[in-house]
Structures are given as C-alpha cells and as structure tokens.
C-alpha cells in the first residue's frame, strides 16, 4: 500500500502533463520547431539510447558528477565540523569561504577551463565548488543545533571530547548533512551541465548544445528528459540511504496523523 500510495500520484500528475503537452502540440497547436510533440521526443530518446549515441555522453556527465559530488561533499562536511567545533577557526577561515561562495561560479567557469583544462578535471572541479556551499552550512547548523542538555550530560559521564562529538553531536546533525546532500546532488547536475555548456567535447551538457545549433529541439528534449531523470534518481537514492543511516529521525508516516490528531 506505502508504494502504491507513493508511485500512483507521480504518475498520474505525469499521465496530467503528457497529455496537456500532446493537446498543446496537436493539429492547430504549437509548431514542432517550438514544441515537438512527446512522441518525437520519446523516439528521439529512444533511438539516441538504443544505438549508443547517448551513452559515452552520459557517462562524462555522470562521472563528472558523482566524482565532484564526492569531493565537494567530503570537503563540506569536513570543514563544516572545524568551522562548527573551533570558534577560532571560523574567524580565519569562514569569511573567505563566503567570499569564494558569494562568486556566481558560472563567471568562474572561463577560468576553472583556463587552470584544469577542457575535459574531466575542469568539471569535477565546478561540481565541486557548486554542491560545497549547501552541505557545509548544513554541516554546521546540525552540529550547533545539538541539544546542550545532551552534551552536558555526556560530560558529567567524563566524556572525552571525540566521544561526545562522535555519538551526540553527529547523530543530532546527521539530518540536517543528509538534507544538505539532497540539495548538493541536484546542483552537483547543474555544475557539471554548466561545465559542459562552457566548453566540452562529451557530456549531455554538450548534447544539448549541439541539438540546438542544428534546431534538433526533439533531442535538446531528451537531453533535458535525461538530466531530469538523473535528478531524480540521485534525489531518491540519497533520501533511501538517509531512511536506512538516520533511521531515528524518520518522519512520521502520513496516514496515522489523523489518528494522533
């Protein structure tokens, strides 16, 4: 019943659009070179992922991301936990963080080309800087936020300090990194599609591109089709790994707030 209630709406909402885009498209509707119909658009995607054209572009994309959706990641929770544990720290450091954030890194992307090159490094290294941000001030938040009731209680027990850090101040933060990741996964995706609308030779970024110096709007669709299908993907796959690590602060199932009310 929980997967039938949580797969049937999507689908009909998708069943809503699909069928108002092939209204919008149909005879006396908007031209194809505007807006193709879905059907061109699913053969389009079709025939791009059956003969392989879309694969290596697919996988640069996917590379790209994970690869600096990991290092971003790492970087912002480690730095997260010494801006958030060491006061002195901050003040030295956490100004120029904000500074580097402040930055729309799509100026930034010319010069990231310029130091890492045309190919992966450069876009790892966009993704990176873009899902950074989100985490590291989620990192910090969660550590702050933790119940000082709990920590004073630990060190009553002679807690050494890691030892409080470890089993308190992590577990209490652990929602809020976890929510930080969900948003980094899906900017991680826009870092590296802006990496590879800036200069590129692979990529679904660089797919899109193509279709549309050619007006081959079919195909910019299904690149976008795509890119929307990873979101997704990464979004359900880093809430499902929150629900089994950070099992303690699962939310309450919908269908029993009525009863509690």
């Not at 053969?43 to 290596?56: D, M, N, Q």
């Not at 729309?104 to 950074?132: E, H, M, N, R, Y």
């Amino acid at each position: 019943m929980t997967l039938l209630r949580n797969v049937v709406p999507p689908l009909i909402t998708l069943a809503l659009v699909l069928a108002a885009w092939a209204y919008a498209t149909g005879p006396g509707g908007l031209p194809s070179y505007l807006l193709p119909d879905p059907l061109s658009v699913g053969r389009a995607l079709w025939t791009g992922l059956v003969s392989g054209e879309y694969g290596p572009h697919i996988q640069f994309t996917l590379t790209s991301t994970l690869l600096g959706y990991g290092i971003g990641s790492v970087a912002a929770v480690a730095i997260g936990v010494l801006v958030a544990e060491s006061r002195t720290f901050e003040r030295f450091v956490f100004p120029y963080i904000v500074a580097i954030q402040a930055m729309p890194k799509v100026a930034l992307a010319p010069l990231i080309l310029v130091w890492f090159g045309f190919g992966l490094a450069s876009k790892v290294v966009l993704v990176a800087l873009i899902c950074f941000f989100p985490l590291l001030v989620n990192t910090i938040a969660g550590i702050r936020r933790t119940d000082p009731e709990l920590i004073d209680m630990a060190r009553s027990f002679s807690r050494p300090a890691w030892w409080i850090f470890l089993h308190v101040k992590l577990p209490a933060a652990a929602g809020a990194i976890c929510a930080g990741l969900e948003i980094g996964i899906v900017l991680a995706l826009i870092g590296a599609i802006v990496g590879e609308f800036v200069a590129a030779e692979k990529g679904v970024g660089y797919l899109i591109g193509s279709a549309t110096v050619n007006m081959n709007v079919a195909t910019m669709f299904a690149g976008v089709l795509l890119l929307a299908g990873f979101g997704i993907a990464g979004s359900a796959l880093v809430r499902f790994a929150q629900r089994r690590i950070v099992f303690w602060e699962r939310a309450p199932d919908p269908s029993t707030r009525g009863e509690r009310a």
